[in-house]
């Protein structure tokens, strides 16, 4: 070891298996190394605690707390522990070793993200934090700084080819209770605000009870930022920025094609009370799964279920307009054949002409007559009626960036599967529905003043 830098040298092993080749980076209280695992030839990444650190220590318990954390994980999207122990008096762990780079150079160098992209992204991530909630554990500390993206061509999932590790559990919270949990309550005690001021919970920073609402918080303040390349709340000093999360209303985002899929999930992951937020990581991509641009179907595909219900009400409509052309045709010709004798002609040959004329005449019209008919029955049968009632009323309505005027109101819109995008704006008050226009319905908003 080097009385120098007091880490590890180039070259030393450590605990007779892991040779140590190259310094990755160091923080104020340890050193993190690319090593090679003897015997089996795997790269792996040594991460180590300053000796002389105290027992006692933030640093030396926060070091603990994340091998005891990411011991308990065995998820894609979670970095993986290989080992820990200790080595002439240094504190280290074993990690999986990644090669790629963190979210916030990406954001940095590249924002904003493309929707499809930062889908992906966030899609992984809400993985990984619904398994660690799942196993009683919040991050509390989840930024673009701790998320790391590798280029993963196995992943073939539209929007996600690369893969995501969650990283840093180090002010990770164990949310229950569990026996080897209680050397660590230092950390953990209820009043002491843990995290990055960017990304912290209104609740965390008032310091009352964290529980897994706060990293779905973080979340939507991560989404926000790949979004735009902007943070929720910024301010001079960390001071200023956690007073605007207690207080001030997030931005809304920018009203764009591509952030529209994003705009609800992010404005429900935002709301100050945590029971008023997304409930958990599984329901916010369910969120974000729903509102997600839906491809259009290949000429090809299968015929929608819908569809094949209308299909019948349409042929029994246009086979009933049919009967109604028929009848009146014949009805016309019997007209026209009445048992009145027809006056005397000079030119019988004229007379049938005029005869023949009227009759053409008398069917086009009982076919324009039954087409209309027709037409407004398959009208009909493929809009459905949306009725939009707000309290109080008066409140702007915009169907999918359409105005459509003022509540209360009633529009015919297109039958389908596809949300539309209902906008109620009342003053500084704007909610954003999605209704799916299946079948008629009615939808009811109270809003605030």
């Known amino acids: ?32 190394y690319r ?6 030839g795997r ?6 605690l300053l000796p002389h650190t105290p ?80 196993k009683n554990v919040v991050h509390r500390d989840l930024k673009p700084a701790n998320v ?20 840093d559990f180090g002010i990770a ?23 990055t001021p960017q990304y912290m919970s209104p609740e965390n920073i008032t310091g009352d009870p964290v529980t897994h609402h706060a990293d779905l918080y973080a979340v939507g303040l991560v989404l926000y930022e790949m979004l735009t390349g902007e943070l929720v709340f910024e301010g001079s000093d960390a001071q200023q920025v956690m007073v605007a999360h207690i207080k001030d209303a997030p931005p809304k985002l920018p009203d764009t094609a591509g952030n529209r899929p994003f705009r609800r999930a992010v404005k429900w992951a935002l709301k100050k009370q945590p029971d008023e937020r997304v409930q958990t990581a599984r329901q916010f991509r369910e969120v974000l799964d729903e509102d997600a641009p839906r491809p259009p179907e290949p000429a090809t595909s299968p015929q929608p279920v819908q569809q094949r219900r209308l299909v019948k009400p349409l042929a029994a409509v246009t086979m009933a307009a049919s009967v109604v052309i028929l009848l009146l045709v014949v009805t016309m010709f019997q007209l026209g054949d009445g048992d009145e004798d027809p006056p005397e002609q000079e030119d019988p040959q004229q007379a049938v002409t005029q005869q023949e004329s009227a009759d053409e005449q008398r069917v086009d019209e009982a076919m324009d007559v039954a087409s ?27 169907i999918d960036g359409d105005d459509a005027g003022k509540s209360p109101l009633t529009e015919r819109v297109a039958r389908g599967e596809e949300p539309l995008e209902v906008t109620l704006r009342l003053d500084d008050e704007e909610v954003v529905e999605r209704v799916v226009p299946d079948r008629s319905r009615t939808l009811e908003v109270e809003l605030k003043r």
């Open 372 to 398: 209309a008919s027709v037409d407004q029955a398959v009208d009909e049968q493929r809009q459905v009626q949306l009725d939009i009632i707000t309290e109080p009323e008066g409140a702007e309505v915009l």
């Open 35 to 40: 090593a090679i695992q003897l015997g089996i």
């Open 55 to 134: 027992v006692d220590s933030e640093e030396h318990q926060r070091f603990e707390r994340e091998a005891l954390v990411i011991s308990r994980f065995n998820h894609p999207n979670i970095v993986t522990l290989y080992d820990y122990g200790e080595h002439d008096g240094v504190l280290f762990m074993v990690m999986e070793y990644i090669e790629g780079r963190t979210l916030r150079s990406v954001i940095e160098e590249e924002a904003p993200l493309q929707p499809d992209r930062t889908r992906g992204i966030v899609n992984q991530i809400l993985d990984a934090l619904q398994y660690a909630h799942d």
């Open 173 to 195: 919270k164990i949310v229950h209770g569990e026996e080897d949990a209680g050397a660590l309550d230092t950390l953990t005690q209820t009043g002491i605000a843990m995290g």
């Open 148 to 167: 790391q993206l590798v280029d993963n061509p196995s992943i073939d999932t539209v929007g996600e080819k690369e893969l995501v590790k969650v990283l």
């Open 1 to 32: 070891m080097s009385e120098e830098d007091n880490v590890f040298e180039t070259g030393e092993v450590v605990a007779d298996r892991y040779e140590v080749v190259e310094e990755l980076g160091r923080g104020s209280y340890g050193v993190v």
């Open 43 to 48: 790269d792996v990444a040594l991460k180590t």
